[in-house]
């Protein structure tokens, strides 16, 4: 059977995808059956260089060409307002989709979503999230039969790298970002990477599958990199932990809890061994337990490969004649997400070097209940801190699990004691421990 595929945005990606169909074309075909034809590719500019020549024939500038000439339509332009009008469009044409837009799907996929399930059309959406890894896949096949309780990864190559970049050369966060941008693996405004929002469009999209709900993308909490202080880094160290961007998705009885923010884990955790531009992601099942998913989370030909991968999975169903069921399924359960976390806190405070300090602290801590795990304060890293003229030191404070209402009213008392000399700063810890 002949599958036409059209794409919409030759960018990095999209030329990917091309360069792809066209090579391997006869590969797909001996191991599914199906032969796809590249019926037309659309680009406002075709000047530009690219990796990968498109043919002449296959070019055009006029989106509906695609539209008019494909079974299933890849959409690669990115952004909201165009792909979202495409996306309608096609599917009122009884066109299968296929994108790789995390963004649009994070915060308005509901639509689309509901507007396939009617008309009993696919959307392949597994570039979305991990670029060539097959989480979406096995989310939806492998781990069909558990009950999914939580996802957890690094979900961010460029703020993996910058993080890692920290970890091992010991430079600051402005120095890991410049250095990520001049090997290209930051943009130049590298806002949504850095603020954690690529995450959290990520994480989101992930626990619409595994959780079976919705819920509106404003609840989800973000908090990026940005403020990361490298004397932080450096002391995580001396306690056993690495520093990540953590996304998280936990289920608490009927509570959702979806965030990402800096995370630090035990270094011994696979998570923290995952360096440079590398994704991880873990996910806990109650039957299979834990199950981790490795790979180039970014690129042109990882994430190539996923988006046909979906075309694939698409062109079995049409061949089969069944209806898609490759569709989230919005009406199983509404939910209302958490901000009340329950985790572990690494606290560093900048405060005198003189007694009481501790106590003083330690007895606001106990008031919201939450207890001490351990403290760490020693001379050696005023020099670090740069402030040891005026007899400074951080105290470093990891606590046991408390709830996050807990601990932000502890701070804000603790912040107007004289003893703190200035913001302290709180970072989650991901572990076992109690």
């Not at 002391?235 to 809890?257: D, H, M, P, S, V």
């Not at 070097?353 to 801590?365: C, F, K, Q, S, Y």
């Not at 000399?421 to 421990?433: D, M, Q």
Request: net charge negative; aromatic share 8%; charged share 25%.
């Amino acid at each position: 059977m002949k599958v036409r595929v059209g794409i919409v945005g030759c960018g990095v990606v999209g030329t990917g995808v091309v360069e792809l169909l066209l090579k391997n074309s006869q590969t797909i075909r001996k191991k599914t059956g199906i032969e796809l034809i590249l019926s037309k590719v659309a680009d406002r500019d075709w000047q530009r260089p690219r990796s990968f020549h498109v043919p002449e024939g296959l070019r055009t500038h006029d989106y509906r060409e695609v539209l008019e000439h494909s079974d299933i339509v890849v959409e690669l332009v990115g952004g909201k307002e165009f792909a979202k009008r495409l996306m309608h469009e096609a599917l009122d044409r009884g066109k299968h989709l296929v994108t790789a837009n995390k963004h649009l799907l994070a915060e308005e996929g509901q639509d689309i979503f509901l507007k396939a399930q009617e008309k009993g059309l696919c959307v392949g959406f597994e570039a979305s999230v991990g670029g060539g890894i097959p989480i979406i896949k096995a989310l939806w096949e492998s781990l069909v039969g558990n009950r999914i309780n939580a996802i957890y990864g690094i979900l961010n190559g460029t703020t993996n790298y910058i993080l890692t970049r920290m970890l091992e050369g010991g430079i600051t966060f402005e120095g890991a970002l410049k250095e990520a941008q001049e090997r290209g693996y930051a943009e130049a405004d590298p806002t949504l990477d850095v603020d954690g929002w690529d995450s959290a469009h990520k994480i989101a999209i992930l626990s619409y599958i595994a959780f079976g709900g919705f819920f509106p993308f404003s609840q989800v909490y973000a908090e990026g990199i940005r403020h990361v202080n490298l004397l932080d880094v450096e002391l995580g160290r001396e306690l056993g932990y690495t520093l990540k961007l953590l996304a998280i998705a936990k289920r608490r009885e009927e509570e959702l809890e979806i965030r990402v923010h800096p995370t630090f884990l035990p270094e011994e955790d696979p998570l923290a061994k995952v360096s440079d531009v590398f994704n991880a992601i873990t996910v806990e099942g109650d039957f299979v337990g834990k199950t981790m998913f490795y790979g180039r989370g970014a690129g042109a030909h990882p994430t190539a490969s996923a988006v046909v991968s979906d075309i694939v999975d698409i062109a079995k169903y049409m061949v089969s004649g069944l209806p898609c069921r490759r569709s989230i399924n919005w009406e199983e359960k509404s939910y209302k997400l958490s901000q009340n976390f329950y985790s572990r806190y690494y606290l560093r405070f900048d405060v005198p070097d003189r007694p009481g300090v501790l106590a003083n602290i330690a007895r606001v801590l106990a008031d919201h209940h939450i207890s001490i795990a351990s403290v760490l304060q020693k001379e050696k890293v005023c020099k670090i801190a740069g402030r040891e003229k005026e007899h400074i030191v951080p105290l470093v404070i990891l606590t046991h699990k408390a709830y996050e209402e807990n601990m932000r009213h502890a701070l804000q008392e603790i912040k107007s004691l004289p003893v703190v000399a200035s913001e302290p700063v709180l970072i989650r810890v991901e572990e076992e421990a109690e």
